[in-house]
């Protein structure tokens, strides 16, 4: 059976592009940061799908771990990895990162340099077996830097770009790289903020990651309307933005 890696099996979108792999049969190995979920929900993963799914911890803030960690995963899938799909993020306090570093820390660990750090390890395995994915999820919140979450839309801004490179990279060894935008998602990680508008479910979020990793698309807008919305966004002259209190 062909397996994928989903990292942040906590993460309600996570598990929704799970659920769309299990769907079609596919294996899975499933990391988290707490030993008892990750074992439940790989129990459930197998008991709903009947697939095999198994469990792996990982903690982006614990660099020195994660080769380790990463290499684990790669022993669960017995070593055939078809690609990986990285759902980790850390929202924070925007007001408490202004005036915490370690707060602010981190935003920009958790989102960026945590991610990253994973990252370079799963590129390396797939440019060695010369194919497979990795789909990322960053955020809308990259485009364009907005007063009341600046630490985690720089984070997002800089894992994006990342994943342009990486793309560029991987591209003459068949390896894709899919960046994932997602706009508002109703998750634990808006749960109860204000100011949320064109909220989307998990579930068709997960659909559309799973749509994107079959078309091999570079970068794709989930739901669809907040790439013109960015770009809408992006125009704003910034002696306009400034004054926006967005
Ligand atoms: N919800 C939205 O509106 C929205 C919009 C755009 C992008 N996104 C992105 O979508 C992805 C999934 O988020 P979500 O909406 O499903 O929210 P979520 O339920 O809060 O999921 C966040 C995930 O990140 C994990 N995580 C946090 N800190 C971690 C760390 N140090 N090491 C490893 N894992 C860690 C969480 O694990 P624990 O359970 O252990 O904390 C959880 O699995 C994130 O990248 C997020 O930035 C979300």
Redesign the pocket.
Known sequence: MPTVLIM???????RAVAAEFAGRRYDLVLT???PEEVAAWAADFTFRHNVRATGRL????EFPSHVAAIESCFEAAGGALEGAVV?????GDQALAERDPAEAGRILD??FT?CISALNILANHFERRRGGFLAV?S???GDRGRRKNYFYGAAKAGLSAYLQGLRARLFGAGVRVITVK????D????FGRPGLFLVAS?QSVGRGIFKAIQRGQDVVYLPWFWRPIMLAARAIPESVFKRLSV
């Open positions: 942040g099996v906590t993460s309600a979108i996570g988290g940061r707490d990982f903690d982006a803030l759902s980790i993020g850390y929202l958790t989102n945590g999820i955020s809308v919140a997602p706009g508002f998602v998750t634990a990680m808006t998990p």
